[in-house]
């Protein structure tokens, strides 16, 4: 069993940057893949970004490629989503997961973190 604790959200204005981390228990991390989705109010959890088990490969969302940057550092048991240029638009509550292989499909994510707001105001 992994368990994933999501921190780092937060209040800021449209172009600041935050980072979110993703803590994981246990020592399989490295076995999974990770991705971030988020949820806005009233909308299903979409997917934003997945990177491999070692990190060579990284897919993103067409909504945040060229602002956002997935990452993970495997001795630390985190994983990492560093966000630029923040827009309203992207205001949500942030989950991370693991899935066993490289994936944008929610329901093949087999742990999630509880989330961490993130709210980008104009």
């Known amino acids: 069993q992994v368990q994933l604790v999501e921190s780092g959200g937060g209040l800021v204005q449209a172009g600041d940057s935050l980072r979110l981390s993703c803590a994981a228990s246990g020592r399989t991390f490295s076995t999974y893949a990770m991705g971030w989705f988020r949820q806005a109010p009233g909308k299903e959890r979409e997917f934003v970004a997945v990177?491999?088990?070692?990190?060579?490969?990284?897919d993103y969302s067409d909504s945040v490629k060229g602002r956002f940057t997935i990452s993970r550092d495997n001795a630390k048991n985190t994983g990492y989503l560093q966000m630029n240029s923040l827009k309203p638009e992207d205001t949500a509550v942030y989950y991370c997961g693991v899935v066993r292989g490289s994936s944008r499909q929610r329901d093949e994510y087999e742990y999630w973190g509880q989330g961490t707001q993130v709210t980008v105001s104009s």
């Open positions: 990177i491999s088990r070692n990190g060579n490969i990284k």
